[in-house]
């Protein structure tokens, strides 16, 4: 027993006891600051929860990595993902800090410690490739249920490490599930309501932006949404507002379906701008018009759109409900009290609009 060694070994433990005060930005569930050695904590857990899927990986070196990769932050904190590119000489500094950290350790253990950061930060080894995905993921699944301040960007979550929980399909159905998880939060913090008249400027700007570079947009949608409205053709206009900011607006409007159904509207344009999209707002929306819709009696709705995307709120291709001009699998229906018509779909002149 080297009593110099392992007073050397005690001295790096208190030392490393720094990384306890080190905090992040993220927030647990009772709203306090997370640390640096809470995440690292539940990246170890995280790694032994789910190692009966981790097949063929060295357990004890991931186990290791989780313990490791961010045990340079005790010297000088902890940078968040989102600042990081202000911080172009971060990993050789986190270096530097480590081999402080570490200078009253035995050679070994020294460079045991170093090889295992270095094979996480270069995502050497398969075991580092697996414990950076699950470092992402604890990262996305602590601000999801943290309580987090009112202005906490949500949406940073969903484009977040996606080159490393892409890898496995593991990692790509753990993910799918936790980002379910960022865009109710994201539309938590975002207010549904009907449109007022300061709104229309933004409406317009919103429109607009949301289809410029659209493939299959005539982008005159801005125009149709003023022209429906000029027209008194716009029963349901609602706008998305984030802290005070529209972001996102749906309209609806009668169609005529031969030979004389009434009650029936067509849905559209549906507008997000563009750095706020497929992160549930247009959903939200669509929820939102549906049941106002219902509340308004209405008979029935049609989309022309994705299939895939509409499908999800119970629309359908209906053979006999036709929009003259359009392949029919893009054309769809949902009824909402009685059968659905058949016949072909008329919409307002106001579609027409180019100015």
């Not at 961010?70 to 202000?86: F, M, R, T």
């Not at 971060?90 to 170093?114: C, P």
């Not at 930060?121 to 601000?143: F, G, N």
Request: proline share 5%.
């Amino acid at each position: 027993m080297d009593i110099e060694i392992l007073k050397g070994r005690l001295a790096f433990l208190s030392e490393a006891e720094r990384l306890k005060d080190v905090l992040r930005s993220a927030h647990t569930s009772s709203g306090r600051t997370e640390s640096t050695a809470e995440h690292s904590w539940r990246l170890c857990l995280m790694a032994m929860v789910f190692e009966e899927q981790l097949a063929g990986l060295d357990k004890l070196k991931m186990l290791k990595l989780c313990v490791i990769h961010d045990l340079g932050e005790a010297i000088n904190g902890d940078i968040p993902a989102v600042s990081k590119q202000a911080y172009p000489n971060k990993s050789q500094q986190e270096r530097n800090d480590l081999l402080l950290l570490t200078q009253a350790l035995d050679e070994t253990l020294k460079a045991e410690i170093l090889a295992l950061w270095e094979d996480y930060e270069y995502a050497q080894s398969p075991e580092a490739r697996a414990v950076k995905a699950l470092d992402k993921l604890e990262t996305i699944l602590q601000h999801n249920q943290g309580k987090n301040p009112p202005d906490f960007d949500y949406a940073f979550n969903l484009g977040y490490g996606k080159k490393y929980t892409d890898a496995t399909p593991l990692f790509e159905a753990l993910r799918n599930l936790l980002d379910e998880g960022t865009r109710k939060n994201i539309c938590m913090n975002i207010t549904i309501r009907c449109e007022q008249p300061d709104d229309i400027d933004a409406i317009a700007r919103v429109t607009e932006a949301a289809f410029a570079n659209a493939a299959h947009s005539s982008h005159t949608e801005h125009f149709i949404v003023n022209a429906l409205r000029r027209a008194n053709r716009l029963p349901v206009s609602l706008v998305a507002v984030e802290h005070g900011v529209i972001i996102g607006h749906l309209a609806i409007s009668p169609v005529t379906i031969t030979p004389g159904t009434t009650d029936w509207y067509g849905l559209g344009p549906v507008s997000v701008s563009p750095d706020r999209q497929q992160q549930g707002i247009g959903s939200a929306l669509m929820n939102a018009a549906l049941a106002r819709l219902r509340h308004l009696g209405a008979a029935g709705c049609v989309v022309l759109g994705e299939p895939a995307y509409y499908g999800r709120f119970g629309f359908l291709a209906q053979a006999g409900l036709r929009l003259p001009g359009v392949p029919p699998e893009y054309f769809q229906a949902l009824a909402l009290a009685g059968e659905i018509p058949e016949g072909d779909v008329q919409y307002h002149e106001a579609f027409e609009a180019t100015r």
